[in-house]
């Protein structure tokens, strides 16, 4: 069977990495995340990887406690190399080549992102960790991904959420949402669906990267989606 996608940039929030804690990293969360991810690059997917860094540190909510918002920042881009981190170690630990590159310079704990190397290291087979943001303060990791989505050519963005797709409304606070099965950038934009930030669906709509928002939690769904099977919500142009 032909998969649908041949390189893809996967979302991950950091808060999913929580599991069932409060704070910082489940491992039992964080080994399913591994296996699912070894399930798709057996497949031959060329996989590059973003991680938030909310399960440790969010830059917006440091403000609200006095913190200066570029520093706040600073300290959010440090926590997904974090996440990295762990993520790469729990494939590593699974069998599967994976590889952290960082925004800001930090050799030896990463090494320098740039494109050219991270799609070196896709072609060669190995999961691409894109750790630190952007490298500037005021962005979010959901402009990170779309940014490196855009610049690793991948064919499409896979964000892995705890809920199915997008919907009207928050389903957890509101149980008459009703679910998209396909909605377009421009839709998020006019309907103000809080899905990814708006810079982020202005960079896919513009260079026309679509998005899929789908359910990571549920372990084989990542491989579904791969698949092209029609779970989650479709955006596009």
Known sequence: MKNKFNRILLKLSGESLMGGKQYGIDEVRLSEYAVQIKEIAAMGIQIGIVVGGGNIFRGLSGT???????RGD???MLATVINSLALSSALNVAGVKAAVLTSIRMEPVGEYYSKNRAIDLLQQ??????????????????????????????????????????????????????????????????RNLKVIDLTAATMCKENNLPLIVFDMDTVGNLKKVIEGEKIGTFVHN
């Open 64 to 70: 609200s406690i006095g913190f200066d918002r570029v």
């Open 74 to 76: 600073q300290m959010g």
């Open 125 to 190: 087979g190995c999961v691409v960790m894109m750790a630190g943001g952007t490298g500037n303060p005021f962005f979010t990791t959901d402009t990170a991904s779309s940014l490196r989505g855009i610049e690793i050519e991948a064919d499409v963005i896979l964000k892995g959420t705890r809920v199915d797709g997008i919907y009207t409304a928050d389903p957890e606070k509101d149980p008459a949402a009703e679910k998209f099965d396909e909605i377009t950038f421009d839709e998020i934009y006019h």
